[in-house]
């Protein structure tokens, strides 16, 4: 029997971008970075890297863009930077987190 993957890629595609967004939602909220922020600074940083899950890259998503426009808004600077993890099964991804200085 032969499998119709015509029809599975694209179920596979929107699941992944539907756990991207929900990612990013998690990962890059406001509200938790901005606690973060305030913990790095009165340890006496100017910046925080904020680790994101190994081999993922949310640089794409709403939730990102969303996270961008918050940064500019408060007068911060970000940088992705990328990371080579070992998945759970096994396979070298890259992945991407985000520093956050001022």
Known sequence: MKLNLAKLVPELEKSYAIALENLAATQLRSDKIKMALHNAAKNGHRALRIRLPDGIDLR??????AFEEWVKENGLTREWQSRVATTEDGRQATGFDVEISW
Do not use: C
């Not at 794409?60 to 863009?65: C, L, N, Q, W």
């Open 60 to 65: 794409k998503t709403d939730g990102a863009v």
